[in-house]
């Protein structure tokens, strides 16, 4: 299979620690995506990546949030002193941008980390 | 603050029902309006992407159409399998490459 994986699939915790969650890309893929998805509503959009490079983060992103794609292939999300509200699928994606393109360049999800907060 | 707005809610279908779902928006100036599929506890999975106003595309059962305002998802002759959550979402102008979802419209098709 050659989506988009992540790892864990489901994760519970207590309040207060610490989570990280990994996401593996499609190979070729340059940029990846964090959402974020409550219940009955659709996702939203957490931070991205070019390569290696941060290049946009959300206000729903806390000083709590941290997100690293080292060398450019996979990438972590880290969330410290979780609370409650934290609760919530985080999900992945992953596109191509071919350079000197004008792009709108389609999004492949994974599968998501299920993080329950106790 | 860009919008999007899909209704119904929920739909309720009988197999072979067929019907459309709505997705409005009011982004302006467009790059591109995405129809997500996304079963219970999984990924959304892609479907369509439109760029332009009277484009339209189909996959099975499945067709899409965009206008300038609003898009459409029209349902053929439903199975129970295309029982799912489907989700709309914008791309807006200018460097941002965040999407803008819906919440979704849940279809139940029952046999």
């Known amino acids: 299979d050659t989506g988009v994986s992540q790892d864990p699939r489901h994760k519970i915790t207590k309040r207060g620690q610490n989570v990280t969650f990994r996401c593996d890309p499609i190979?070729?893929?340059?940029?990846l995506y964090w959402y974020r998805q409550t219940l009955g509503q659709g996702p939203e959009f957490l931070t991205y990546?070019?390569?290696?490079?941060?290049?946009?983060k959300s206000r729903l992103l806390s000083d709590r949030f941290s997100a690293e794609r080292p060398k450019g292939s996979f990438s972590t999300l880290e969330i410290q002193r979780t609370e409650q509200g934290d609760s919530a699928m985080y999900l992945c994606a992953s596109s191509l941008n071919r350079r000197g393109r004008t792009s709108t360049d389609t999004q492949y999800f994974g599968p998501g980390t299920r993080l329950t907060v106790l | 603050e860009d919008q999007v707005t899909q209704s119904p809610e929920a739909l309720r279908l009988q197999e072979g029902e067929s019907s459309s779902l709505n997705c409005s928006y009011t982004v302006s100036g467009l790059r591109g309006l995405f129809w997500y599929r996304q079963d219970p506890g999984k990924g959304p999975e892609f479907l369509f992407t439109l760029y332009s106003a009277g484009e339209e595309k189909e996959k099975e059962r499945l067709k899409a159409t965009l206008t300038k305002k609003e898009s459409f998802l029209h349902i053929t002759a439903p199975k129970p399998e295309d029982s799912a959550t489907y989700l709309c979402a914008v791309l807006p102008p200018g460097s941002a490459r965040q999407l803008t979802f819906g919440s979704g419209t849940q279809l139940t098709v029952l046999p």
């Open positions: 990546f070019q390569n290696e490079a941060q290049l946009e």
């Open positions: 190979s070729e893929h340059n940029r």
